[in-house]
C-alpha cells in the first residue's frame, strides 16, 4: 500500500467537481497543469478564474519533501512556528552530505561519522513532528520521493529546486525555498503567481541512441536556461505516452534548468506500470477510475496554440542524441555537431572521466541501458578510456541493479559504484588532482554543469548527455567521438562499432531492497527532545530577523555589483560548504564569494569603502554590519538562477544587506529574498546598471511608501559627489510588503502561533 494513501483519494475524490466547477468559470477545455492547480485552491472549490503571470494565487500543497542540506534551515525556522506536527505529511532525505571518493560503503561510513550530529538532529526533529525521516544511503530525494510518494493530479512543494522530477508522475511539484516549505508544514497557504503555461507537443518515437534526456537537452537548447521562468512546461503527444515514466522524470527533472516553475505529464499507462511496479497498486487503480481528469483535455492537445502561452513541437523520430556545455546547460549541441565545435572552442578532447547517475538519471532502465554499452567492453575487448562512476538513485535501485547483475558488469570494466547519494552532481565529490585546476573534460548524466560545479576547479569543462551516450564516451575517452556513425579500435587492432543500448524500462522480476531506509515518525513527539549545543559548528538555533523601522534606507553602501552569470552556487557555494547548511553565522563566510566583481573582473575581492581597501566579500559585509551601515547588492539578468537553496538570500539578510537589485530574478531566488525580508528589485531602465559605480552610497526615497505596482526610487550618489536617480520595480503585493515589514514571513508565521 501506497504512503497517504487516504489523502491521495481525497485529493481525487474532490478533482472531479472542482476540475468540472474551473471548466465552467474559465470556459473552455483546461491543460493539465489548471486541473491541478484549480484542484488545490486554497479555499476549495474554485470561484473565478486566475490571470497567468499577473495573479498571485493561494495554493493547499498534498505534501512536502526536504533534503538533509536545506532540511536544516527549513527545520530550525520550522521550531520558531510553534506547531506541535506538520500540517501535511512531509519527508526529510538524507542525501546531499555524503562525499563521493573512494566507493559506496567507505564513503557512506565517513558521511555517518562526519556529519553524525546533523543526521542525529534531522532524525529527532522529524520523530518529533511528524515527519517520515530517510536515512543516509537510502536514496536521492527525487528518487525516493518517484518511487514511494509522487501521484499523478498530486502538488508538491520541496527544498530543492530538481524537486521538479515528480513531473514525471503527472504532478505539479515545484522547487521553492525553506520559507516556503514551512508555511505549508505549518498549515498555512501557498502562494505562487498562476503560471504561464508552455506546451511541448511530442511526435514520434524514442529510438536508437536517443533517450529521453535529449528532450530536455534539446528544449534548453530552444527556451535557454530563462526561458521557462514564470512558466509549467506540459509536455503531450504522442511521443510522450510512448517513453517511460522514470523517463518523463528526466525531462521534468532538468526542466529546472529552463527556469520553469515545473513539468508535468499527462497519466498513461507508463505510469500505470510504475506503479504497480513500485508497490502502488492502489494509487493506481485510484487514478484510473478518474484518469481523463488526470491529463489535458483533448481539444488542448489537439488545438495547442489555443491554450498555451507558447508551443513547442520536436519530432523525436529525428532528434539526435546531444551533449550540452561547456559551463551552461542550454549550450545545447547534436552529437554530430560535436568535434566540429569542440575543434572551433578549443575544448580538450580527451575525456577524463565520465560519470552516470543522480536524480536526474539513475533509474532502473538508465543503468540497464549504461550496463548494455559497459557490457560490450568486454564482449568487443574493448578497454575503458576514461574513469567512470555511477552513482544509483535508491537503495531500491541499488539492490535491484545488483541482483539483475548490473554492478557486475560495472566492476567487470573497472567502474566504481558511488554511494546513494547527490554525490559529484552537486560538488559533493572530492576528486583527486582537482586543487590544480587544470584544464579538462568530464561528461556526465546530471543536470548543471556550472563552473566549479562538479569539482571545484574552475576549468573543468563539463558536458551534459544521457547516460547512455556518457557511457560510450567514457569509452572511447574522446568527446569528439560519435557512436551513431564511430568505430574504435580493440585490443586485437579489429574496428568495431558499438551496438545501440537496450534495457527493460522496468524490472522483470520487480524492485526490491533488503532495507529502503525509512525511519517512520512518532505517534506522539510531545516528548521526543531537540538539542542543539551552543558550540556547534554545524547547527545554530535562529534569531528572529529585526522588522523594519519604517524608514527610508539612507546611507547604504555597494557591497558587490555581480557581472554576467550569478547563480546560488556563486552566491552561497556547496561542495564543502555544506557542512554549514545548518550554522547560518558560519556558512554566511561564502557569501557571494563565488561572483565576480563587475569593477576588476575578480571574484571575492570587493572595496570596503570605510576603509578603502580590498578583501573577502563576506568581510566587507560584516564590516558594515558592525559599523551599523547597510549595504546592497547589484547584479545581472536572471539572479539567482540555479538550486532552491534558501541559504542564498538569509546570508545577505544575516551580514546587512538590506535590497537586491537587478536586471532580472530567477523565480525561486525571488521568492527567498521576499520570504526573507529583503527587497528583490529590479531595474527599470536595465541600461541604469552601467550606471552604478564602485564607491556609491545609495538612498532610497520613497520606501516609506511601499506599495503594490509603486516601482521605488534611489539615489546612487557617486564619490565624486554626482548622483544618478534610479527607479527600481517590484512584484511585492501587499501580502509580500507585510513580509518586508515583519522583518522576513516566519516573523508572521510567528507571531500568529503565539496568538
Known amino acids: ?103 559506496a560503503k567507505t564513503d557512506l561510513a565517513r558521511a555517518k561519522t562526519q556529519s553524525n550530529e546533523v543526521f542525529e538532529f534531522l532524525s529527532s526533529v522529524s520523530n518529533k513532528y511528524g515527519i517520515g525521516f530517510w536515512k543516509p544511503g537510502a536514496g536521492i530525494i527525487h528518487q525516493v520521493v518517484l518511487e514511494n510518494y509522487a501521484f499523478p493530479g498530486g502538488m508538491m512543494i520541496g527544498t530543492d529546486s530538481h524537486t521538479v522530477n515528480a513531473g514525471g508522475l503527472g504532478m505539479v511539484a515545484i522547487g521553492v525555498g525553506g520559507a516556503d516549505a514551512v508555511d505549508v508544514m505549518s498549515g498555512m497557504a501557498w502562494e505562487l503567481k498562476f503560471p504561464k503555461l508552455i506546451g511541448v507537443k511530442l511526435t514520434g518515437k524514442l529510438s536508437g541512441w536517443t533517450a529521453p534526456k535529449d528532450v530536455i537537452l534539446k528544449v534548453a537548447g530552444i527556451l535557454t536556461v530563462k526561458g521557462g521562468t514564470g512558466a509549467i512546461v506540459e509536455y503531450f503527444g504522442e511521443g510522450a505516452t510512448s517513453m517511460s515514466c522514470t523517463g518523463k522524470g528526466t525531462i521534468c527533472n532538468m526542466g529546472a534548468e529552463i527556469g520553469a516553475t515545473t513539468s508535468t505529464f499527462g497519466y498513461d499507462d507508463s505510469m500505470s506500470r510504475y506503479l504497480r511496479s513500485t508497490n502502488r497498486a492502489d494509487v493506481a487503480d485510484a487514478a484510473d477510475k478518474i484518469a481523463p481528469y488526470l491529463t489535458g483535455d483533448a481539444e488542448v492537445y489537439a488545438n495547442p496554440e489555443l491554450y498555451f502561452d507558447q508551443v513547442i513541437e520536436i519530432n523525436l523520430d529525428e532528434l539526435e542524441p546531444h551533449l550540452n556545455g561547456p559551463f551552461t546547460p542550454d549550450l545545447a549541441t547534436p552529437i554530430s555537431k560535436m568535434k566540429e565545435e569542440a575543434i572551433k572552442n578549443n575544448w580538450p578532447l580527451k575525456i577524463e572521466v565520465g560519470l552516470i547517475g543522480s536524480c536526474t538519471n539513475s533509474s532502473y532502465e538508465d543503468i540497464a541501458r549504461a550496463a548494455s554499452i559497459a557490457k560490450q567492453v568486454t564482449d568487443k575487448k574493448l578497454k575503458l578510456k576514461s574513469k567512470f562512476t555511477i552513482t544509483p538513485g535508491s537503495e531500491v535501485v541499488r539492490y535491484t541493479i545488483e541482483r539483475d547483475g548490473f554492478i557486475d558488469t560495472f566492476d567487470k570494466i573497472g567502474a566504481t559504484v558511488f554511494a546513494n547519494a547527490c554525490g559529484p552532481c552537486i560538488g559533493m565529490w572530492d576528486r583527486e588532482g582537482a586543487e590544480k585546476e587544470e584544464r579538462n573534460t568530464i561528461v556526465h548524466s546530471f543536470n548543471r554543469n556550472f563552473s566549479k560545479r562538479a569539482d571545484g576547479n574552475p576549468n573543468t569543462l563539463a558536458f551534459v548527455g544521457s547516460p547512455e551516450l556518457v557511457t560510450a564516451l567514457a569509452i572511447a575517452g574522446d568527446l569528439s567521438f560519435n557512436p551513431l556513425t564511430d568505430t574504435l579500435i580493440n585490443e586485437d587492432g579489429e574496428e568495431v562499432m558499438l551496438e545501440v543500448p537496450t534495457g527493460d524500462e522496468l524490472p522483470k522480476n520487480g524492485f526490491d531492497a533488503e532495507d529502503p531506509g525509512f525511519q517512520a515518525p512518532a505517534e506522539d513527539g510531545s516528548g521526543v527532545q531537540v538539542s542543539v549545543s551552543e558550540t556547534s559548528e554545524r547547527l545554530q538555533l535562529l534569531a528572529p530577523f529585526l522588522p523594519w523601522d519604517g524608514k527610508n534606507i539612507t546611507g547604504a553602501k555597494l557591497l558587490i555589483k555581480a557581472y554576467g552569470k550569478c547563480t546560488t552556487d556563486h552566491i552561497s557555494m556547496a561542495g564543502p560548504w555544506l557542512r554549514f547548511r545548518g550554522h547560518l553565522d558560519n556558512i554566511s563566510n561564502n557569501m557571494l564569494i563565488g561572483a565576480i566583481n563587475a569593477f576588476n573582473q575578480k571574484p571575492n575581492t570587493v572595496k570596503n569603502q570605510l576603509t578603502g581597501t580590498y578583501d573577502a566579500v563576506p568581510a566587507v559585509a560584516r564590516a558594515y554590519k558592525a559599523a551599523g551601515v547597510p549595504s546592497i547588492v547589484v547584479g545581472d539578468h536572471n539572479y539567482g538562477e540555479g538550486s532552491s537553496r534558501e541559504h542564498a538570500a538569509m546570508e545577505p539578510r544575516f551580514l546587512g544587506v538590506k535590497a537586491v537589485l537587478v536586471k532580472s530574478f530567477a523565480r525561486i531566488h525571488e521568492t527567498n529574498l521576499k520570504k526573507q525580508g529583503l527587497l528583490g528589485l529590479t531595474f527599470a531602465t536595465e541600461a541604469d546598471y552601467d550606471k552604478i559605480q564602485e564607491d556609491d552610497t545609495i538612498n532610497f526615497t520613497d520606501l516609506v511608501d511601499f506599495a503594490p505596482g509603486k516601482p521605488l526610487t534611489l539615489e546612487f550618489v557617486h564619490a565624486d559627489g554626482t548622483k544618478d536617480i534610479i527607479l527600481a520595480n517590484h512584484t511585492y503585493n501587499e501580502g509580500q510588503i507585510g513580509w518586508f515589514v515583519a522583518g522576513s514571513a516566519l516573523n508572521l508565521i510567528a507571531a500568529a502561533g503565539k496568538a
Not at 472542482?18 to 468559470?25: F, G, T, Y
Not at 493539465?32 to 500543497?61: C, Q
Open 1 to 103: 500500500m501506497a504512503f497517504d494513501i487516504e489523502m491521495i483519494k481525497k485529493v481525487y475524490d474532490n478533482m472531479t467537481t472542482r476540475v468540472d466547477k474551473a471548466r465552467e468559470i474559465v470556459g473552455r477545455p483546461l491543460t493539465l497543469t489548471e486541473k491541478i492547480l484549480y484542484n488545490h485552491l486554497w479555499d476549495g472549490m474554485p470561484s473565478k478564474a486566475f490571470g497567468r503571470g499577473v495573479d498571485y494565487v493561494d495554493f493547499a500543497p498534498d505534501r512536502v519533501a526536504c533534503q538533509d542540506a536545506t532540511a536544516q534551515m527549513a527545520l530550525l525556522q520550522f521550531m520558531h512556528a510553534g506547531k506541535k506536527k506538520v500540517a501535511v505529511p512531509t519527508t526529510v532525505h538524507c542525501d546531499h552530505l555524503i562525499q563521493a571518493k573512494v566507493d
